[in-house]
């Protein structure tokens, strides 16, 4: 099946720095998500994004649907502690479809 | 508290002794789904339902059956497990009405392996 591409894969960083990571599709997409998995939870959406260019912000979290519809951002701001967690971006390509594409996760780890 | 429960949360079994994953939501939700998460591969689709008694394959359903009977339950079952059904599975749910249909809530995950 479909997936999206994430990057970076990982990241390590120290406490207070600001992190980007992106999603990339080689289709249009429709709708993108950011979610964020806390170890040894479930996955909870932080945010939705519904519009080309559109930009949205959740606390210290800023996503961006992507121009050409084929890509997105999310930025983190003076990061903490317990911004650990995984981070995965997901899409809706085809219309009329409840179904979603993951990507494959961004993993971040922040040290004091 | 609206959430998403899944039951068990850790499962070690056998090659072909069947099991089941239960799922259930209390938030009303039409729309529920099982993911596998896997190490580099993020999460795949193995089965959704868009209703009661109304269920359809996603990405990976080989090895899978799941049903439909109530609305508030989606048990994953697999009738004869093999080791490459070690997984991470995670039950979601959601609205299927306007946007709220895209915003998928999780339960906490089933750690299963298969020996």
């Known amino acids: 099946g479909q997936q999206l591409n994430q990057s970076p894969q990982s990241m390590f960083i120290q406490e207070g720095e600001d992190v980007s990571m992106n999603c990339t599709s080689s289709?249009?997409?429709?709708?993108w998500l950011w979610y964020k998995q806390d170890p040894g939870e479930g996955p909870v959406l932080l945010i939705a994004?519904?519009?080309?260019?559109e930009l949205t912000s959740n606390g210290r979290l800023t996503a961006q649907f992507g121009i050409t519809r084929k890509d997105s951002f999310l930025n983190i701001s003076a990061s903490i502690p317990s911004d650990v967690g995984i981070y995965f971006c997901?899409?809706?390509?085809?219309?009329?479809?409840?179904?979603?594409?993951f990507g494959t996760g961004t993993r971040l780890q922040v040290f004091p | 508290e609206a959430q998403v429960t899944q039951n068990p949360r850790y499962l070690i079994t056998v090659t072909g002794k069947k099991l089941t994953v239960t799922c259930s939501q209390n938030?009303?939700?039409?729309?529920m789904s099982w993911y596998r998460q896997d190490p580099g591969l993020g999460l795949r689709q193995i089965y959704y339902?868009?209703?009661?008694?109304?269920?359809d394959k996603g990405d990976v359903p080989e090895g899978y059956k799941v049903s439909r009977k109530e609305k508030r339950n989606f048990p994953l079952i697999l009738e004869s497990p093999s080791p490459n059904q070690t997984s991470l599975y995670f039950c979601?749910?959601?609205?299927?009405?306007?946007?709220?249909?895209?915003?998928?809530?999780f339960g906490p995950g089933t750690r299963l392996t298969v020996t």
């Open positions: 997901a899409g809706q390509s085809r219309p009329n479809t409840d179904k979603l594409i």
């Open positions: 938030m009303n939700h039409e729309y």
């Open positions: 979601a749910s959601s609205l299927i009405g306007g946007r709220a249909r895209y915003e998928q809530y």
């Open positions: 339902s868009m209703n009661v008694e109304v269920t």
């Open positions: 994004l519904y519009k080309a260019g």
């Open positions: 289709s249009i997409f429709n709708t």
